[in-house]
Each structure stands twice: as structure tokens, then as C-alpha cells.
């Protein structure tokens, strides 16, 4: 049975965030996580200053099973089956030592092997002295209160490994990223209450990594909606994310957390203000999409819905319960529909009142399940260059169907698929000169198609690409009122 607790497929990062629900459990205001590259002998160690325990709590608490998940338990209760302590450690390593000491008490220090275990056939846990391992457990002494949890023959990492070679410490120690930015997800909203709680990884203070860019001028977050199940409330508050074009290369590169911008589109579930289900659409029927990748929602529950959320217990897994699965499909799509209209106008959807004020030029069609791309007549430059082509109208209009006939689809297809958001914005690094010249061409026509200065000023603004450069328009305008 020992063996088998290895398998419940954690992984270093959820196994160490499963470890760090005690600490929070236990009122800890600091975690110290601590990597130590030793060949096959390395370890990995978790200390906090959280309450910590007796000798007889920490018995128990080495045994396997020890909390009935169906008991009611404190609403801040992070922890569920009392299994996450072993399961996560027997996961990752053969040898766990926990050590802790309660206020007014002495250190008391277990632990178990598990080739001892399997030697001897029996379940013994091994009772060990403060100085075990150095000064790490006898640290405890000059503390008021805490835990130590000490990872040794971390096998699933270092199996085979030579402490001389500089290979295997690299990969050794690139665990620490990925760590790293798992933690400062799951536990973004404890450390962003300032000095209550801080984690540091090998010394360093771990920022919080925010999914949801909560404090960019250019997110949406709207409207918050409370639903019930069972008389309790589960709160449901979708995001929309700004388009790359209203973010700098380093917001950008932050925001895409870890996997990437498609991979964090979707449900953010909330328990007890931890994380447990990261950027997923909960197999409501929605796939992850490029168009659909500034979809955030975050819903908190309480712990006292576990079993309609089906937690299972590595926290790293929910299902929405039935009766909820309808109205989680109506927010998502509302989310998706939004979030598809702000990528694709690249964040101008929201600041116009209907599609048909915005003028594109291209339009898509669809005949017969293909989809063609033509140059929009209605454009008032095009227009106007047509209606006063005179007899090279013929000309211009083959010109442009050359244009719109081979437009090289699956090579743009291509380079988007493979860095979509490395296309660049219209006018990009471009003179203004060159920009107004083009504004100037297109202001005459709307003039000549007999418009007011205010309504060809509004036409401007609300036009495709010009609507990114409200400045320069207003500027043209003013020297236009001047002449």
C-alpha cells in the first residue's frame, strides 16, 4: 500500500503546492522552500513558522488517511482525505522526514522510509533525533513554532544522476522555474496580501502571478455573478484580457504564465482563495482557440462543496456540479464571444456602439464552406478612387481582384500558427508622415462624398487602422480647421 501512495501522479510542483496548503492551513506567515543539488543524495526541504505540532498531532499526522474527507471542517481548512502530506512526499522521494514543534513544546521529529519499510514489512515509523540532517531540524529550536518537511532520495528527479556533472545539476536546478511559477499561480491571491505571507525559493521572496491582469487599463472585467447550489454560493467573475497590442513585450511575456497564452484561457477555480483547476473550460463543449485566448474566469467555492466538485486529491482537478454546467456554459460563452471580438479588433470592440460604425477594409466571405477575402468597395478611399478612375476604372478593378485572388491565405496561416502575436500592428514603426498622408487621402474622399468635418472626423476615428491613432487624427483635423 506504501508503494502504491507513489502513484497518484503528482507532479514536483503540485506535490510541493500540496505541502504549502499545510502551511497556510497552519497560520504559517513564511515558507521556506529549499532545493540542495547533491548528486542522487540531493534533497528538497519546506520549512514555515506556521502553529506546528505536538508530538502526538505529529503521529498522526504521518498516517496515512488521517482526516475523514466527509467531516465538517473549518471554512479556511485547505486540506481534505489527510492524505496530500504522504502522497505528495512518497511521490516525489523514498525517505520523508517532518519535524515541527508547538508553542511552549518540544521539537519532535518522525519519519518514514520506505526501504525500511519494505525490509522489514511492517509499518514503522522511525523516530528521529534534532540533530538528524545537520542544523536543518534543530533550527526548530529557535523558533516559537513550526514545521520542517525534509525530502530525501527524491528519486523520481535524481535517479541516476552524477553530482560531478554539470548536466545534471542544470536539470536539477531548472525544476526551480517551473516550481517557481506554479506557486506564485496557486497561491497568488496569498501572496498578494502584502506582508500576511510571503514564499522563498532557495532565499528568494516569489511574486504573485496575477491570471487575471487585474490592475492593466485595459482589462475588461465584467459584470460578477453569484450563483447557489445547496443554499451555498459559488461566484462566478469572467475577465477579458487586453490584445497584444496594449501591452509592452515584458506584460506580455508575464501574462502567459506558464504553458502559454492558449493553454491559460478558461475557468480559474478558487478554493478557499487557492487555485486548484488553472485556465480550463471544464468539458463545457468550448476549445481552447487562438480568437479565444483573452477568456479568463475565476470562481471561488468553499471547501464545503468538495464532493459536487469532485476534488480529488491532489487539488489539481474540479468538475462543475449539474446543475451549475448551463449557467457556467452561458458565462463562458458570453466571455468567448467578447474576448473573440477584442482579438480580432485588436481591443476596439468594446469603445463602439455596433459593427456597422466601424469601417474594415477587407471583408470575409463564406460561399460553400470556403472562406474569400475581397477589398471592401464601400471603403471611401476605394470608393472614391473608382468613382473617379474614368477610363482606368477597368484597370483598378483588375488590379484589385489580382489582389484579392491571390492572397497568399496559407502562408499567413502558417506564420500565425506558429507566433500569432508577431504580426505586426498597422503602421507599426512606420513615420507618421507616411500615416497622415494616408489619413490625408482619405479624409478628402469622405469630404467629397459630402460629409461634415464632424462626421468625417468620427468616420476617421471609427475606421480600421486609424482607430489605433486617435492622436494623430485629431491632430490632422485641427490643421485641417486651421487651413
Not at 436 to 457: F, N, P, Q
Amino acid at each position: 500500500m506504501i508503494e502504491s501512495l507513489r502513484a497518484f501522479g503528482y507532479s514536483l510542483e503540485t506535490a510541493i503546492a500540496d505541502l504549502i496548503d499545510n502551511s497556510i492551513t497552519a497560520g504559517a506567515k513564511n515558507v521556506w522552500l529549499s532545493f540542495n543539488w547533491n548528486g542522487e543524495s540531493s534533497t528538497i526541504s519546506i520549512k514555515d513558522d506556521g502553529c506546528g505540532m505536538n508530538e502526538e498531532k505529529l503521529v498522526n499526522s504521518m498516517r496515512a488517511g488521517s482526516k475523514n474527507p466527509l467531516e465538517d471542517r473549518d471554512p479556511a481548512d485547505l486540506g481534505r482525505f489527510g492524505l496530500g502530506l504522504k502522497t505528495a512526499s512518497f511521490s516525489q522521494c523514498r525517505k520523508l522526514t517532518v519535524g515541527s514543534k508547538k508553542k511552549y513544546d518540544k521539537v519532535s521529529i518522525r519519519s518514514w522510509d520506505l526501504d525500511y519499510v519494505n525490509k522489514c514489512g511492517e509499518w514503522r515509523l522511525l523516530n528521529v533525533e534534532t540533530n538528524y540532517s545537520g542544523s536543518l531540524f534543530s533550527s526548530l529550536e529557535g523558533m516559537e513554532s513550526g514545521t520542517i518537511v525534509l525530502w530525501e532520495q527524491i528519486d523520481r528527479l535524481v535517479k541516476g544522476t552524477n553530482k560531478a556533472n554539470p548536466k545534471y545539476e542544470n536539470v536539477f536546478y531548472e525544476q526551480i522555474d517551473s516550481v517557481k511559477s506554479h506557486l506564485a499561480m496557486v497561491f497568488h491571491r496569498f501572496l498578494e496580501s502584502g506582508e500576511n505571507f510571503k514564499i522563498y525559493v532557495n532565499g528568494w521572496p516569489l511574486k504573485p502571478w496575477d491570471p487575471f491582469l487585474r490592475n492593466h487599463p485595459a482589462t475588461q472585467q465584467l459584470p460578477k455573478e453569484p450563483l447557489y447550489i445547496f443554499g451555498k454560493k459559488v461566484v462566478v467573475q469572467p475577465y477579458i484580457l487586453p490584445h497584444r497590442s496594449k501591452m509592452n513585450d515584458e506584460t506580455y511575456d508575464l501574462a502567459d504564465g506558464l504553458g502559454g497564452w492558449n493553454r491559460r484561457q478558461g475557468f480559474y477555480i478558487y478554493r478557499n482563495n487557492r487555485i486548484i483547476v488553472t485556465g480550463d473550460w471544464l468539458g463545457l463543449g468550448f476549445r481552447k482557440e487562438d480568437h479565444t485566448k483573452l477568456a479568463r474566469i475565476s470562481v471561488d467555492i468553499p471547501n464545503s462543496l468538495d464532493n459536487e466538485w469532485k476534488i480529488d486529491v491532489k487539488k489539481s482537478t474540479a468538475k462543475p456540479p449539474t446543475q451549475l454546467r448551463e449557467d457556467f456554459k452561458r458565462l463562458a460563452r458570453l466571455t468567448i464571444e467578447k474576448a473573440t471580438l477584442v482579438y480580432r479588433h485588436r481591443g476596439k470592440a468594446s469603445i463602439r456602439k455596433t459593427t456597422e460604425d466601424f469601417v474594415f477594409p477587407w471583408e470575409t466571405k463564406s460561399i460553400h464552406e470556403k472562406y474569400f477575402y475581397s477589398i471592401n468597395r464601400k471603403h471611401p478611399l476605394v470608393d472614391d478612387v473608382l468613382k473617379n478612375a474614368g477610363d482606368q476604372k477597368g484597370k483598378i478593378s483588375a488590379m484589385l481582384r489580382l489582389i484579392e485572388e491571390t492572397i497568399p491565405v496559407p502562408l499567413i496561416t502558417l506564420n500565425s500558427s506558429e507566433k500569432p502575436d508577431n504580426l505586426p500592428v498597422p503602421f507599426e514603426h512606420v513615420p507618421s508622415e507616411e500615416l497622415i498622408s494616408v489619413v490625408k487621402e482619405i479624409w478628402d474622399s469622405l469630404k467629397r462624398a459630402g460629409l461634415s468635418t464632424v462626421d468625417a472626423k468620427n468616420r476617421l476615428l471609427n475606421m480600421e487602422p486609424f482607430c489605433d491613432y486617435p492622436e494623430h487624427i485629431s491632430s490632422f483635423i485641427e490643421k485641417q480647421k486651421g487651413e
